[in-house]
């Protein structure tokens, strides 16, 4: 490393330092005064700009300290974290993080604004953003573990998926019934693990996503697909940038389009990819409806509507704002995202988005139709070529690297903080 790297980096340190007396000296956020709140919001202001310089001058060079040069496939989680251990000040300790999670949203620090700064740097890197996709797509160490049994018995129960491996194909049914498939970080493990494993299997051919039946009294005994993010969760402090609103989206979801990396160099076949069919009954609303736009089928019931009310809570509905628009079109993009217009299936605009609309009671016979007609030998690698066209990687890495710190910023503002505290 030259010089100027260790200067920067012992500059760095020195500054986060400071920042981090002078924050413990003040009261808990929820509990400053205006003046107090502006001090504490020009120290780390201070300290962002001088992480965002060193990133933009040295990220690759983080990087490759941090996986020691790209022998090692850390997830974003474990990114975060060993940057802090290894660049002091670059990124919030264990410590640090444990002490905001300990608190509801509204009275923490937002220190997750400081990994969204490492993560876009580290995704804007044509180098070092690839290879921390790919290590995205390797399949989790909860999923390897429970490969042999699934393999053996087909069936996976987790606390938020039922997984069913039967006539090749994956049948994942979300079973968050108390809260109608709200999403939460449980969630997002779970859909990875039972993605992971249905990748992984070589007898699924074809997974099938649906939601299950429902115990909460408003649709009691009704299949409901998702109604999105749990805001609860977000009031808690219980959604994180690392463990939800980025694994999501790199992990599974990315899972969903590209399939799983391969290991070992040289490695010369194409990953491995099978085709996935979606099917609503009653609502996909915020991260549901964003879930449909990656499958390669869509079903729904005549009485199922599709809403993404992300700019109303006040975030970003994930990579929706770059995949909705390619399937419906701008101006539909911009009514359902901006505007938060909801879709029902009974009309025309619902076919932009949706591929069969059926009614409830004919969904199953549908359902196995579709799985059909999807399972042929050809249509893993056609769907494969589709996506390299429609969705680059390239394109998907540079928006998921301006998501990062957007999202980290909008999770953390006071709009948002006053909305989901209803839900507290």
């Known amino acids: 490393m030259t010089p100027t790297f260790d200067t920067d980096r012992a500059r760095l340190a020195d500054v986060a330092a400071q920042t981090d007396r002078l924050l413990a000296e003040l009261p808990p956020p929820g509990e400053r005064t ?54 002091p000040g670059l990124a919030p300790t264990r410590a640090q993080l444990a002490a905001e999670r300990s608190r509801p949203q509204a009275d923490q620090e937002g220190r997750e604004i400081d990994q969204g700064i490492l993560l876009r ?106 109604a999105g993010i749990n805001l609860k969760a977000i009031s808690a402090g219980r959604i994180t940038l690392t463990g939800f609103l980025l694994r999501r989206e790199l992990g599974y979801l990315h899972k969903l389009v590209r399939g799983r990396a391969d290991d070992g160099p040289g490695r010369w076949r194409p990953p491995a990819q099978k085709p996935w069919v979606a099917a609503v009954d009653t609502f996909a609303i915020g991260g549901g409806c964003q879930l449909l736009l990656v499958f390669d089928h869509v079903l729904a019931a005549t009485d199922a509507y599709l809403s993404l009310p992300a700019a109303q809570e006040g975030i970003v509905p994930g990579v929706a704002n770059l995949r909705l628009g390619r399937i419906a079109g701008p101006r539909l993009a911009r009514q359902v995202i901006l505007g938060g217009r909801r879709i029902s299936t009974s009309e025309p605009e619902a076919r932009l988005l949706i591929d069969e609309v059926v009614p409830p009671e004919e969904m199953d016979a549908a359902i196995e139709r579709a799985l059909d007609r999807l399972s042929g030998d050809a249509v893993a690698v056609n769907r494969r070529m589709l996506t390299l066209a429609e969705e680059p990687v390239d394109t998907l890495r540079e928006y998921l690297a301006e998501f990062a710190l957007e999202q980290a910023l909008r999770i953390h503002a006071g709009d948002v903080i006053d909305k989901v505290g209803r839900f507290g």
């Open 34 to 87: 205006i003046g107090q709140r502006t001090e504490a919001a020009a120290a780390h202001d201070a300290a962002r700009r001088l992480r965002a310089r060193f990133l933009d001058a040295y990220a690759d060079q983080v990087y490759d300290e941090l996986t020691a040069y790209r022998t090692r496939h850390l997830r974003v989680d474990e990114l975060a974290e060993a940057a802090a251990d290894m660049f």
């Open 121 to 226: 740097a580290i995704l804007r890197s044509q180098q070092s953003g690839r290879h921390l996709m790919d290590a995205m797509l390797r399949p989790t160490p909860r999923a390897l573990r429970l490969l042999p049994e699934f393999r053996r018995t087909g069936v996976l129960q987790t606390e938020a998926v039922h997984l069913e491996r039967r006539d090749g194909v994956a049948r994942l049914t979300m079973c968050r019934d108390d809260c109608l498939n709200a999403e939460d970080e449980q969630q997002v493990d779970d859909m990875e693990t039972a993605v992971d494993l249905a990748l992984l299997d070589p007898n699924v051919r074809i997974g099938l996503v649906r939601g299950g039946e429902m115990s909460h009294p408003r649709y009691a005994g009704r299949r409901v697909f998702s």
